[in-house]
């Protein structure tokens, strides 16, 4: 089981990233997905989370309006498209995968976690 995230970078408060996880060695289409976040000195924080098909999406509030994830199961492939980005919003985006339904937001639903990608947002 693989979870490879990429697209990670700096990035001026404002601007807008997208950062992507490619999956291998599971069925892909059988898990929801989700992306959690740490900062620096931090404990590691939801961040937004997609079911299987991807009908059901579900945020943090704090970015809501401006993060949308979204999946491609032909792919095999979760993303994460970041806009409006602010300094707050510094830190290292995991991505993940889980088979329960429920608690989305838990760390502790998810069995297979990525490596993660850096995302810094200057002032």
């Known amino acids: 089981v693989q979870l490879q995230a990429s697209g990670g970078g700096l990035v001026q408060a404002g601007d807008s990233l997208s950062v992507s996880c490619a999956a291998s060695?599971?069925?892909?289409?059988?898990?929801?997905m989700g992306w959690f976040r740490q900062a620096p000195g931090k404990e590691r924080e939801f961040v937004a989370s997609?079911?299987?098909?991807?009908?059901?999406?579900t945020y943090t509030d704090p970015v809501k309006g401006r993060f949308t994830i979204s999946r491609d199961n032909a792919k095999n492939t979760v993303y994460l498209q970041m806009n409006s980005l602010k300094p707050e919003d510094t830190a290292i985006y995991y991505c993940?995968?889980?088979?329960?339904?429920?608690?989305?937001?838990?760390?502790?639903?998810?069995?297979?976690w990525g490596q993660g990608t850096l995302v810094t947002v200057s002032s």
């Open positions: 997609i079911s299987k098909s991807g009908g059901v999406t």
């Open positions: 060695g599971f069925t892909f289409s059988n898990y929801g």
């Open positions: 993940a995968a889980r088979t329960s339904v429920v608690r989305v937001n838990d760390a502790q639903t998810y069995l297979y």
